[in-house]
């Protein structure tokens, strides 16, 4: 295990103790960063170690979302709904991704975003099933209590996280790993020695979708009540990219704080400038990605670099 990932996991287990330090807002603050942590990890997969540009984060979301919701409001019990919202996210992506991942460039990130409003209309003409535009409400898991309530959502999805944490040290150290590596550098040469690059982007494409699935259940969830704008917002794409090049393409430690620090900048400013916090958030993004163009984790080397040499 190489030095980075040791510090990613080590981080993910820091986080366990954040509601040690705060009360209900804490906790709050901690499961959106979890699941941003999750979304950013997911997304690095197929779009940093692949190097395929994709929007399809948004649509499994979604989908993970009223799948879990719906097998809930079934009586189906939440440590179900949440692991088939996951596989069966994993199966749609593979099975989609075998045909979409033919494309390359711009043409496969137009062709996964459309899979969100493809997804979107599927949930909003299936009434009876989903509740269409009027959403879905979930019934509550447990009554023990807000506090209670807030903390087991906070550790159930820090213990996705660190699963998504563990997926991706192995995939980046694996066969699969080295082959999605070949596949960024030059797809034509590793189809070229015999690598079978559909397959390897097929697997990649359901694992970055697998989790995100599983999160999107565990928020269907938490917040009781979900509609086709919320789950399927296109936000949900752009958010890990974002956060993935604020920390450094293609690193999971650097994905990671790109997405704690995401989500600091989106809090402070959204605090401060509530009437255009969108539109100061956008322009911090740009700043610091003008002058960090290779993420924070591009610091590390500026300093060694900057480091005067020893006589």
């Known amino acids: 295990m190489t030095r980075s990932n040791f510090i990613l996991l080590a981080l993910v287990v820091g986080i366990a103790a954040l509601p040690m330090f705060g009360g209900s807002y804490a906790l709050r603050l901690g499961t959106i960063a979890c699941m941003y942590g999750i979304l950013a990890l997911s997304w690095n997969v197929v779009g940093g170690l692949a190097g395929y540009p994709s929007f399809a984060t948004a649509a499994f979301f979604g989908f993970g979302a009223y799948t879990a919701g719906v097998l809930l409001g079934k009586g189906v ?26 494309l390359r460039g711009h043409y496969f990130a137009i062709a996964s975003l459309s899979l969100i409003e493809v997804f979107r209309e599927l949930v909003n003409n299936a009434t009876d099933l989903t509740g269409g535009g009027m959403g879905l409400n979930i019934p509550l898991t447990s009554t023990a209590g807000v506090m209670a309530d807030a903390t087991f959502f906070f550790y159930l999805m820090w213990g996705l996280l660190g699963g998504t944490a563990l997926m991706v040290v192995v995939v980046a150290g694996s066969k699969l790993g080295f082959g999605l590596a070949c596949i ?14 559909t397959l390897y982007k097929s697997v990649a494409f359901g694992l970055s979708a697998c989790f995100v699935g599983a999160a999107g259940g565990v928020y269907a969830a938490w917040v009781h009540y979900i509609d086709p704008s919320d789950v399927f917002d296109i936000l949900y794409s752009v958010k890990p990219i974002v956060m993935a090049l604020i920390g450094g393409l293609g690193s999971p430690l650097g994905v990671l704080i790109g997405a704690f620090v995401y989500l600091g900048l989106e809090e402070v400013v959204w605090r401060n400038y509530i009437q255009i916090h969108s539109g100061v958030l956008g322009v911090l993004i740009v700043v610091l990605l003008l002058f960090l163009p290779h993420g924070l984790m591009s610091l590390r080397s500026r300093l060694l670099a900057w480091r005067p040499k020893r006589v």
């Open 77 to 102: 019990p939440l440590a179900v709904s949440v692991p088939a919202a996951g596989v069966f996210s994993f199966v749609l992506a593979c099975l989609l991704g075998a045909a979409l991942l033919r």
């Open 184 to 197: 960024r550098q030059n797809e034509t040469a590793a189809n070229m020695i015999g690598l079978n690059t």
